[in-house]
């Protein structure tokens, strides 16, 4: 005895157990038969364990038995069925689904994995799947919310009972055609089960690869704002910034400068140095007053011989000068990278080294800065003088000396107790050799008696 289930994925081929579980296979037969379960969803798919069906709302909350419409609502669910045991050992596995009570209506599931221990004795197995395991490999594969309902719908489309062996029950009636789906019974508020989600159908090649690449390249920014290397995931670097980067140590400011002025305007042009040693990390930030100058600098100077280096040059991604205000507030750009001070703020002064006297450049701010970090410095000092300890502090460190002594005299004591140890040890060890010693020569004297006395 089985039934087809036609589905919006495939055909699914149910062999029903009418010998073991006479009831159930009757309340499935003769629902199949009058199109109970004509576009009913498949709410629930729980990977590799079941595939829930056969409520008509689309709940999970749903359905009825056959009985019903025989013997009216007082029989909208039957008794479990017990005996004899069949389990939930294989994928396929169809059974009718516990409404809590030990009770069924028209709600089954399909197994798929294998092993469900946990289903045994709580769930009524009436039938397996004989054909479209593919089907149910694509069932058990789609995508699902937190509540186990797939974001597509599943649909049973029609039922096609091949063989019933059961009587039709007085006052069934059996529709002569598949009923029509209402429209509140087709909306779900999901994808339609025959729409089409496909988001490249009719785009080339390139194009799928160019939308492959932003979704690529959006996922990343969003990450990137997780971890909060960005301040917003849409922010984008400006476009009149170069990055260049495999520079020789030798090469200055100066001379990428005066090499990129050709092109445009440069409002600062900075190679970035190591903080402590203050030596050329060997890589650069350009930044053009207009973005086609930029453009031109970029798709010419790539590659070029600069310093017996071949230098890479590359749109900047770093936003760092860049200040997010907030959402939907916009950015503001800081000054600019690389921009010096006037020459009327420079001066020579001359350093006080033990080993040179050279000169240097040096800025104004910085001195005043250092003669008011000196000023404070000494005044910190002779502050430091002038305060006599306090009582609260003299029985501080009166309290530190105690504990350092005691910890000094344990520790000593620790000491000369190993030593003591190593020495009771020692003696041990001698004892015994002695002992040894003794009883070898006893031995040797008895043995030279006995010879002689031979």
């Known amino acids: 005895m089985a039934v087809i289930l036609e589905t919006s994925l495939g055909d699914l081929t149910i062999d029903l157990y009418t010998q073991e579980r006479p009831r159930s296979c009757l309340n499935f037969l003769k629902l199949c038969k009058t199109k109970f379960y004509n576009f009913c969803l498949f709410h629930s798919v729980q990977r590799n364990a079941v595939a829930q069906t056969g409520d008509p709302t689309g709940t999970g909350r749903g359905g009825e038995s056959i009985y019903t419409k025989i013997y009216g609502k007082q029989a909208t669910y039957f008794d479990r069925e017990v005996k004899p045991i069949l389990k939930h050992k294989k994928v396929g ?30 769930h009524t197995v009436f039938g397996e799947v004989s054909e479209g395991f593919d089907v149910l490999s694509k069932i058990n594969e789609v995508f699902c919310d937190k509540d186990n309902r797939p974001y597509q719908d599943i649909r049973i489309y029609h039922t096609v009972v091949l063989d019933d062996p059961y009587e039709d029950p007085a006052g069934l009636e059996i529709p002569d055609r598949s009923p029509e789906p209402t429209k509140e ?37 969003q990450i990137l704002e997780m971890v909060g290397d960005l301040p917003d995931a849409d922010i984008k670097p400006p476009d009149n910034i170069l990055f260049v980067c495999k520079l020789n140590p030798v090469t200055t400011d100066e001379d990428l400068e005066i090499i990129f002025s050709r092109f445009g305007t440069i409002l600062s042009c900075e190679v970035i140095k190591d903080q402590k040693s203050g030596e050329s990390l060997q890589y650069a930030f350009i930044e053009f007053e207009s973005e086609e100058s930029c453009s031109d600098a970029y798709f010419k100077m790539d590659n070029v011989l600069i310093d017996d280096r071949r230098i890479h040059v590359d749109f900047s991604q770093s936003v760092s000068k860049i200040n997010w205000k907030g959402k939907g507030k916009g950015v503001e750009y800081h000054q600019t990278m690389g921009k010096k001070r006037n020459a009327e703020s420079l001066e020579v002064k001359k350093k006080s080294r033990r080993n040179s006297g050279g000169y240097d450049l040096v800025f104004e701010s910085d001195e005043e800065h250092s003669d008011k970090k000196s000023k404070k410095k000494k005044k910190h000092k002779a502050r430091s003088r002038s305060r006599s300890p306090s009582p609260a502090r003299k029985d501080l460190h009166r309290r530190d000396r105690n504990r350092d002594r005691k910890r000094r005299s344990h520790s000593r004591s620790r000491s000369q107790d190993r030593k003591n140890r190593h020495d009771r040890k020692r003696n041990r060890s001698r004892s015994k050799d002695r002992h040894r010693q003794h009883s070898r020569n006893n031995r040797s004297r008895s043995r030279s008696r006995d010879r002689h006395k031979r």
């Open 185 to 221: 019974q087709m909306d779900s508020g999901r994808i339609r089960a025959d729409e089409d989600i496909n988001d490249f159908k009719g785009m080339s090649h390139a194009e799928i690869e160019e939308l492959l690449k932003e979704r690529e390249a959006k996922a990343n920014a």
């Open 93 to 122: 596995t169809v059974s009718m689904v516990n409404n809590g009570s030990d009770m069924h209506g028209s709600q089954f599931f399909i197994t798929t994995g294998e092993d469900l221990d946990y289903l045994d004795g709580v």
